[in-house]
């Protein structure tokens, strides 16, 4: 899926705002069911997950981050964008087995778009110690960019 520049945003109607929402909303709230099954699915049965879930939703994801940019959801449609990408965080452990998201996977929900962003409650996340390696490099440079 092309990533639409402003002039296209207007041909996406509350038609496909819902249908994205609505395959997003499948992604994320089959994620522990799947990650359950996952260990004893073959690699056609991992495959068919991928796109049947995955493939449907995290383009479409990426629209819909542009389009909350843009103004373009309604409240209840922000408040069901935040509420999905908070679910989605919390269960980033079961992302990353069954779609191979990580961290910086989730971190361009920040970039893309997301109410989120405008929230002040905490967020958790559950990662391993191991994938801090993938990341200490660039939280290391952040942290030189900050006085102390």
């Known amino acids: 899926m092309n990533i639409p520049d402003k002039l296209s945003l207007s041909t996406y109607t509350s038609h496909h705002i819902e249908s994205f929402l609505r395959n ?3 992604m994320v709230k089959s994620l522990p069911e799947v990650a359950e ?3 004893g699915m073959d690699d056609f049965e991992r495959q068919h997950a ?3 879930y995955f493939g449907e939703a995290w383009a479409p994801r990426r629209v819909l981050g ?3 940019r843009a103004g373009r959801l309604t409240a209840e449609q922000e ?3 935040a ?3 908070d ?3 919390q269960h980033l452990d079961e992302a990353n087995l069954c779609y191979g ?3 910086q996977s989730v971190a361009q929900l920040f970039t893309w778009g997301t109410p989120l962003a405008q929230s002040d409650k905490v967020i958790r996340i559950s990662i391993h110690p191991r994938t801090l390696n993938e990341i200490a490099p660039a939280l290391a440079a952040i942290g030189e960019k900050v006085p102390a």
């Open 24 to 26: 997003y909303e499948l």
């Open 50 to 52: 991928r796109t049947a």
């Open 66 to 68: 542009t389009l909350y």
């Open 87 to 89: 679910e989605l965080i």
């Open 37 to 39: 099954w996952w260990p």
């Open 79 to 81: 408040a069901e964008l």
């Open 83 to 85: 509420a999905l990408d």
């Open 101 to 103: 998201l990580n961290l």
